[in-house]
């Protein structure tokens, strides 16, 4: 049974930051891209970026480019996404996903993890 799991979401001052995990369980880590996403209230679901344990650089929307940064941990199975310098635009419900590398869309999702940004 595949599982994506978050954690790391909170309450945050704008400026502040926050690392999200996502803990990633049955599925063979190699053959998948990990996208995260967020959902504000009121907005669709929008792309934030992905990363592969394939490739080192991870993708990111324009909006987070030199404020988050998305890396994983192989021994660990996890992905995470490092915020620093948060706006309250950052304020979402962020999501980890996955998908085949061989594939279009994003099939596996985790639950999500609310971050907000106060200002």
């Known amino acids: 049974q595949v599982q994506l799991v978050e954690s790391g979401g909170g309450l945050v001052q704008a400026g502040g930051s926050l690392r999200l995990s996502c803990a990633v369980s049955?599925?063979?880590?190699?053959?998948?891209?990990f996208g995260w996403f967020r959902q504000a209230p009121g907005k669709e679901r929008e792309f934030v970026t992905s990363v592969s344990w394939s490739e080192p650089n991870p993708s990111y929307v324009d909006s987070v480019k030199g404020r988050f940064t998305a890396s994983r941990d192989n021994a660990k199975l996890s992905v995470y996404l490092q915020m620093n310098d948060l706006k309250p635009e950052d304020t979402a419900v962020y999501y980890c996903?996955?998908?085949?590398?061989?594939?279009?869309?994003?099939?596996?999702w985790g639950q999500g993890t609310q971050v907000t940004v106060s200002s």
């Open positions: 996903a996955a998908r085949r590398v061989s594939a279009a869309n994003f099939v596996y």
């Open positions: 049955g599925l063979t880590i190699s053959n998948y891209i």
